[in-house]
C-alpha cells in the first residue's frame, strides 16, 4: 500500500465518521457551553465591579454638607480656604434649591417631589487633582470635619473599600466557577470521546491494521476535543452576549451616571482567552482519556 493511502484515506475515512456522530458533538457543545456560561456570567459581573471600584478610587472628589445655620460668609471662606488648598482642582457650591433639582429630576415620585428644598443640605462640592493621596485626602477631610460651618464630610473611600471587598468576593468565586467548569469540561469531554471511540471502534481498527500509528488514530478524537472545546466556550459567549444586551437595554441611565460608568462586556482578550481554553481544555482532555483506551 503507497504512503499517499496511508496518509489520506483512512484519515479522510475517519473524518466522515466523525461528521455521522453530530448529535453527540452538539450534545456535547451544549453541555460545555452551560459550563463556560456560568464562568462567563462571573468574570462579567467581576469586571464591571472592577471598572466601577477603580472609576470611585480615582474618582477626586468630596461633598461638604454646610450645616443648616450656616452663613453665606462662612460659605464663602471656606470655599475660598479650599481653593487655595493644595490638590484641589474645583470647588462648587450647591444650594438646597439645587441639591432638590438634581436628586428630583422629574415629579415620578411623589415622596420625593414632596420634600420641601430644606431636606436637601446646601453642600460644596470639591474635586481633587488626579495625583492626590488617600493620606491627604483623608487629612484634609479631618480638617474640615472640625470646622463650625460643616455638618459632615464624604469622600466615597468607604464605598471604594466595599466594592473592594465585593470584588475580592467575586474573584474568589470567579476562581470556584473555573474549578467546576474544568471538571465538568474532563467529564464531558472524555465521556464524549470514549462514546465515539466506541462507536468508532471498527474503523480504528482497521487503522491499526493497516499500520496507523497511536498518534494517528488518536488525532481526530484530539482535534475534536479541542473544537468542542472552543465551541463551548464560544456559544457560551454569545449566549451572554444577547443577555447582556438585554439587561444593557434596561439599565437605568441616571444609576449609570451615579456609578460614574456604564456596563460593558468582557474584553476580547478575556474572551478570546475563554475560547482558548476550551480548545486547549478538549484537546488535553481527548489526549488523556483516549492514551489508555489506544494503546498498542
Known amino acids: 500500500m503507497g504512503s499517499s493511502d496511508y496518509g489520506w484515506k483512512p484519515r479522510i475515512g475517519a473524518w466522515r465518521a466523525g461528521r455521522s456522530d453530530w448529535r453527540v458533538h452538539v450534545l456535547s457543545?451544549?453541555?460545555?457551553?452551560?459550563?463556560?456560561?456560568?464562568?462567563?456570567?462571573?468574570?462579567?459581573?467581576?469586571?464591571?465591579l472592577a471598572a466601577v471600584r477603580d472609576r470611585w478610587?480615582?474618582?477626586?472628589?468630596?461633598?461638604?454638607?454646610?450645616?443648616?445655620?450656616?452663613?453665606?460668609?462662612?460659605?464663602?471662606?471656606?470655599?475660598?480656604?479650599?481653593?487655595?488648598?493644595?490638590?484641589?482642582?474645583?470647588?462648587?457650591?450647591?444650594?438646597?434649591?439645587?441639591?432638590?433639582?438634581e436628586v428630583v429630576s422629574d415629579e415620578s415620585d411623589a415622596a420625593l417631589a414632596s420634600l420641601p428644598p430644606s431636606a436637601f443640605p446646601a453642600s460644596l462640592e470639591v474635586g481633587?487633582?488626579?495625583?492626590?493621596?488617600?493620606?491627604?485626602?483623608?487629612?484634609?477631610?479631618?480638617k474640615l470635619r472640625a470646622l463650625p460651618?460643616?455638618?459632615?464630610v464624604e469622600?466615597?473611600?468607604?464605598?471604594?473599600?466595599?466594592?473592594?471587598?465585593?470584588?475580592?468576593?467575586g474573584v474568589?468565586?470567579?476562581?470556584?466557577?473555573?474549578?467546576?467548569?474544568?471538571?465538568?469540561?474532563?467529564?464531558?469531554?472524555?465521556?464524549?470521546?470514549?462514546?465515539?471511540?466506541?462507536?468508532?471502534?471498527?474503523?480504528?481498527e482497521v487503522l491499526k491494521l493497516v499500520g496507523a500509528t497511536n498518534g494517528f488514530v488518536r488525532q481526530p478524537f484530539v482535534l475534536e476535543g479541542a473544537t468542542q472545546g472552543a465551541a463551548g466556550a464560544t456559544g457560551a459567549l454569545v449566549l451572554l452576549g444577547g443577555l447582556f444586551l438585554i439587561v444593557r437595554g434596561r439599565f437605568d441611565h441616571e444609576l449609570a451616571n451615579l456609578l460614574g460608568v456604564s456596563p460593558t462586556f468582557l474584553p476580547w482578550p478575556v474572551a478570546?482567552?475563554?475560547v482558548a481554553l476550551g480548545a486547549i481544555l478538549?484537546?488535553?482532555?481527548?489526549?488523556v482519556s483516549l492514551r489508555k483506551m489506544v494503546a498498542v
Open 155 to 169: 469622600t466615597y473611600q468607604r464605598w471604594t473599600e466595599r466594592l473592594s471587598s465585593l470584588l475580592t468576593g
Open 172 to 204: 474568589t468565586a470567579s476562581l470556584c466557577l473555573a474549578v467546576i467548569v474544568l471538571a465538568a469540561v474532563v467529564s464531558v469531554i472524555g465521556s464524549t470521546m470514549r462514546l465515539l471511540l466506541n462507536r468508532r471502534r471498527i474503523e480504528v
Open 282 to 287: 478538549g484537546a488535553t482532555t481527548a489526549l
Open 57 to 101: 478610587s480615582r474618582a477626586g472628589r468630596a461633598t461638604v454638607y454646610l450645616r443648616e445655620g450656616a452663613t453665606d460668609s462662612e460659605v464663602a471662606a471656606l470655599a475660598k480656604a479650599l481653593e487655595g488648598t493644595d490638590g484641589v482642582k474645583r470647588v462648587r457650591h450647591v444650594s438646597s434649591q439645587e441639591a432638590r433639582r
Open 272 to 274: 478570546f482567552g475563554m
Open 29 to 48: 457543545v451544549f453541555s460545555l457551553a452551560v459550563a463556560f456560561v456560568c464562568l462567563a456570567a462571573s468574570l462579567l459581573v467581576v469586571t464591571n
Open 128 to 142: 481633587f487633582s488626579d495625583d492626590i493621596e488617600d493620606v491627604a485626602l483623608g487629612a484634609i477631610a479631618v
Open 149 to 152: 460651618a460643616v455638618e459632615s
